[in-house]
């Protein structure tokens, strides 16, 4: 399996989009956080989906340029129309005005609607922490294709419906919940066929709602479990609460419509730390927070008790240093599309 560094892999995705009419800022954008999910290890939402959006801005499904539309506004709030833009770009641009309405506020949210896929949430939520705040994002597509049974069910109902928070502190990683509601993102399992691997067992039923570890039973009408297996009503619960935030309180509406395109709801809020305590006292406490729980001994089959957002860390160091894998059945599909765009020469060697 070929491995690469983050800087050829960016210029990978960058000069492709590129190809296909992507405005500089735009494709710089796009590719920044693609290749942050690969770098700090969620690969099911780095540059395996170059041709996923490629294909959705062949189609009319991505919009890139589309107009950033504040459909109502007050200081605290606003409601954002992304005309079907690239989520990266419009939930970017919906955090930073968060974040400008929470230091003058103290809070802030905001809802999105009609914009493509958002990635890997992560790097909203770093964004308000980068600057003293803790910031909060749930995500859902509306509409769009269901991937999840709710708990007692079998048939699919729910998104895998994550939810984020990042939190200001003096730790060297940034603190950070990132989670699909459901036992995995969806990508993961995209990911273990094109590995060629099966999957855990909680993760999959199959389409008559018995445990299975073959994600090919997921094509064939199966469903990814909620979070929390035999406890998994509360992994319902959760994503029960994202979907009312992301798709009801934007608006999107809830359902199946097989012609829905993708989209990705968003809420946004903020909390800007200074006007509830001095910042460097929270981040300071923070990080005595995170050290005390890893005082804890290690449970038998571990080495040590990690904060939220640890292992991300960690893998982003690892991977700058030793380079990043990509797996062959999703190289050899860049590869013909670097080619089909005659993209080789721009984009150098690795
Ligand atoms: P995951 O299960 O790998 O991690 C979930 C959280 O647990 C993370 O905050 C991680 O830091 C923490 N964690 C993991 N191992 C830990 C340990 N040993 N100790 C302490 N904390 C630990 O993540 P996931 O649920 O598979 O989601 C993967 C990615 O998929 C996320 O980045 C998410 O944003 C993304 N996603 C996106 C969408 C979308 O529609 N845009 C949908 C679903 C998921």
Request: proline letters at 6%; aromatic letters at 8%; glycine letters at 12%.
């Amino acid at each position: 399996m070929p491995v690469f560094d983050a800087d050829y892999l960016h210029r990978v995705a960058y000069h492709i989009y590129r190809a296909k009419g992507v405005s500089q800022e735009e494709a710089e954008i796009v590719a920044t956080h693609q290749v942050k999910a690969n770098l700090v290890g969620h690969d099911s939402h780095g540059v395996i989906h170059i041709i996923d959006y490629t294909g959705r801005i062949d189609r009319g499904h991505i919009v890139p340029g589309a107009p950033f539309e504040v459909v109502s506004e007050t200081p605290a709030t606003a409601v954002i129309n992304g005309n079907w833009g690239f989520g990266f770009v419009v939930t970017e641009r919906a955090m930073r005005m968060a974040i400008e309405k929470a230091r003058v506020n103290g809070v802030a949210a905001i809802t999105v609607h009609y914009q493509s896929h958002i990635g890997r949430l992560g790097d909203y939520p770093t964004m308000a922490a980068n600057e003293g705040m803790i910031g909060m994002i749930t995500a859902d597509s509306g509409a769009g294709p269901k991937s999840v049974a709710p708990f007692g069910g079998r048939a699919r109902r729910l998104g895998t419906n994550p939810i984020c928070m990042g939190v200001p502190s003096d730790l060297e990683g940034t603190v950070l919940l990132d989670m699909a509601s459901s036992a995995v993102a969806a990508g993961k399992i995209g990911l273990a066929r094109n590995r060629g691997e099966q999957v855990p067992p909680g993760w999959l039923i199959d389409k008559d709602g018995n445990p299975t570890t073959d994600p090919d039973d997921y094509r064939e009408g199966g469903a990814i479990l909620p979070v929390g297996a035999d406890q998994g009503h509360k992994g319902y619960g959760l994503s029960f609460m994202v979907e009312t935030l992301s798709a009801l309180l934007t608006g999107l509406g809830f359902g199946i419509d097989p012609q829905a395109r993708h989209n990705d709801g968003v809420f946004i809020a903020v909390f800007n730390v200074e006007h509830f305590r001095p910042l460097d006292v929270f981040k300071q406490e923070v990080k005595e927070f995170a050290e005390f729980i890893k005082t804890s001994p290690p449970a038998a089959g571990f080495t040590e008790v990690l904060y939220p957002g640890e292992p991300e860390f960690r893998t982003e160091q690892a991977r700058r240093r030793d380079g990043i894998f990509v797996e062959d059945a999703t190289w050899e599909e860049i590869t013909g599309l670097m080619k089909e765009l005659g993209v080789g020469e721009a984009v150098g060697q690795p």
